[in-house]
């Protein structure tokens, strides 16, 4: 039997910069809490063969991200001393210069906030089943690819 | 039995659809013959497979429901 | 001769969540930026002898201060490919649950920013001349120590 | 000649002003002799010194118009 808790991190299309401060405000209440880090990733206008990046596409095999995600976020909070935990990714079409992944840890002191936050970045991109379509301007498109 | 088949990301640029659903294969080997049969695209493309959302890494018998999902390399974030 | 820039790092009281994401709005611009990483420091309502944590108040020579900061700054965009680099911490008082250093960095691909924010943090808290005097609920005080 | 002296921190707790100017001081182990005898809890404090903004390991020869600055350890952040 599972136990662990699946959350939604899926939000449609860019997440907003204001959803940001709205969600570092509420964490306010948290006195425990002295760090924070975030992670923002943003949609960069790359050059390809035959165009430019005007937006990426992002497609995920749902189901199995959630879960997959809250193994990850089990895994760290057993490995780290945290407070909170927060994801959220794209799905469907973010413009360039807008956010598509916004990750949030928090915890007493900095460093298993820092850590724990640069280890869940590298287990989103290559842990999680999301695929992402960069669209050109010449409307061509292209599979990103993670490194 | 049926198990359903589900294609993402560029390999839905072979497969033209996301969503198959497949008679009588009893183990994974089975379903790729078929499908490298129905789409020779896909022999040269990179995937992982995943039963019922776990991924594996050798042939896998199949269960009437089951669900396989054929995945290229990640590129989310 | 000096040839590097001196900018102001602090802000008065406590630094506004609606300032992160004013400042990641005004990034949405930079289409070459692929990733941000920040680090926020929030006021902690440790327990101490005699009382908790209310606020700390920040005090800093601030001529020092800023002249290392530039010298940190040149640092990092030496050693790592950043696009962008803020710094604001707060001087005076920074009442619990309230932001009093904000981070932000940010680059082409994630590696970098990540990394330059977090050697940025412990640089900010080793090497800037920043001092914080943590007010207590009964009025006591103490200085605060780094770790 | 005059040097300005700067107090930081838990130190203004032990001189009780931030700010001091000296007169005929050519050196900083003058300076730090003369603080020590006036505010002797100094000799038990840790703090770093700075000429001019510049951190100093070491006994530092003084100019006139010097700032020096008497830090404990930073804690900002």
Redesign the interface.
């Known amino acids: 039997m599972k136990e662990k808790k699946i959350r939604n991190i899926f939000t449609e299309g860019a997440i907003p910069a204001q959803q940001i401060a709205d969600d570092i405000q509420k964490h306010a209440t948290q006195t425990q809490i002295g760090a924070h880090s975030i992670f923002l990733g943003q949609v960069r206008a790359d050059r390809k063969d035959g165009g430019t990046v005007n937006a990426i596409e992002y497609t995920a095999y749902t189901e199995m991200a959630l879960e997959k995600m809250a193994e990850i976020r089990e895994t760290l909070f057993a490995k780290y001393a945290l407070t909170c935990m927060h994801v959220f990714h794209s799905l469907g079409r973010v413009a360039v210069g807008e956010i598509c992944l916004f990750v949030f840890v928090s915890s007493q002191h900095r460093k298993a906030a820092i850590d724990a936050c640069e280890e869940l970045v590298e287990a989103i991109k290559f842990q999680l089943p999301i695929w992402g379509k960069e669209i050109l301007d010449n409307e061509d498109s292209t599979w990103k690819e993670n490194k | 039995m049926q198990i359903e088949l589900?294609f993402?990301?560029?390999l839905t640029d072979v497969t033209t659809v996301s969503r198959l659903i497949v008679e009588n294969m009893t183990d994974t080997e089975l379903v790729k013959a078929y499908l490298e049969e129905r789409y020779p695209a896909l022999r040269a493309a990179k995937y992982f497979m995943?039963v019922n959302?776990q991924m594996i890494q050798q042939v896998h018998t199949l269960q009437p429901g089951d669900v396989v999902?054929f995945?290229?390399?990640?590129?989310?974030?």
Do not use: I, K, N, T
């Open positions: 589900l993402f990301g560029s995943a959302q999902a995945m290229p390399p990640f590129s989310g974030g």
